[in-house]
């Protein structure tokens, strides 16, 4: 198992390029098994989610072939043979439920594992078996699998979800695009990610209309065709960069940001004291002053604060001047980086999903444990900002979410190394 090694050594400059959104194209992905033609993706990261996810479509008799270094995808389910996504892969990572919707809409039948994924919290799939219950699939949950069946077709329907949820969201409006009828999904998830998947499937053959919004209508099609889609830009690991030179101090050049995919967040940062600016190829982010201010935060789905950066906030909060709360209103048990960025020096106490964080001046170097992805990455950004050696063990957590991260953050000046973990 690997481990980073980051010494804090000051201010940062250069350009990071960012990817290609790791949530999109886990979704992209499934959505290939709703045609027999071929889908191509471009500008795909290179993960392990998403040898994962490869791992799981070929194990259905899909094929797909990462080309041009992985940055490009080539999938088929022209030879789909198999309509069983095992536990053994399936609990590697909880998107794998995705490919329940796209199977049971194109051939009627479909057997998932329930998913495992990141432990932050319970996460049940209640919401994606709901939404394909009213498009009228029968479900039986038996040994840990669902059972879905729809042997007429699924038909369409009107699907209230109780809270958002952008997996729920993305599984029912792929079943969505092949079922009889119309389909409106209310109180549906508007995360770029949703809005990037519709606009693949409409190059696929199928009728949208509403992505973005809360209300997205579906008219179902007898057949979807093939289509080459680019991936949309990462705007967490977009996030994750910007706060580099927020918390080291200098000024870098996200390659491929826009504001519009972080907006909520940019405006915390300007809060904080961080000039957030739009340049033609990106974003560039500025430290001005010696230390940040303290701002509160409170997670919510798109377009608010978004809950896969609330850890690497955090970590820029702990050496601000006040006392910032945190607000976790998505998961239920996501502040395990707090106990870890405790031992780099930091200041936190956590109450349910509050967490006070009141800065200190300077964080230390420490044997520190990446527990979860975002989590992970919380503790590097911690690094850049702290006196002396932080060593970050577990990073399997860190590789499914984030490409070459030393290389980025090595590039821009940060002294930051990874290293074989024998222990
Ligand atoms: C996706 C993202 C993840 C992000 C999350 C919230 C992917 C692959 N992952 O996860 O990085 O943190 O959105 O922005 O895109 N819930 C239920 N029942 C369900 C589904 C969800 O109760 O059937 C709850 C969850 O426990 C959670 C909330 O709804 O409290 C939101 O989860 P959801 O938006 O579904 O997250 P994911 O799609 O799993």
Redo the contacts with the bound molecule.
Sequence with gaps: MDRIVVTGNGPLSGQIPIAGA??AC??LMPATLLSDEPLTLTNAPRLSDIRTMTTLLQSLGAEVSALNDGKVLALSSHGLNNHTAEYDIVRKM??SILVLGPMLARDGHAVVSLPG?CAI?????????KALEAMGATLDLRDGYVHAEARGGLKGAVVEFP??????T?NALMAATLAKGTTVLKNA?R?P?IVDLAQCLRKMGAQIEGEGTSTITIQGVERLHGATHPVVTDR?ELGTYMLAPAIAGGEVELLGGKLSLVAAFAEKLEAAGISVTETERGLTVTRKGDRVQAVDVVTE??PGF???LQAQMMALLCTAEGTSVLNET???NRFMHAPELTRMGARIEVHGGTARVTGVERLKGAPVMATDLRASVSLILAGLAAEGETVVSRVYHLDRGYERVEEKLGAVGAMIRRERDDG
């Design positions: 790791k949530n886990l979704t909880r998107a994924g919290g319970a996460r049940p799939v209640d919401l994606h078996l809270m958002v949820s952008v997996g729920a993305e998830a995360e990610e967490i789905p798109f978004p809950t896969d998505i998961f239920e």
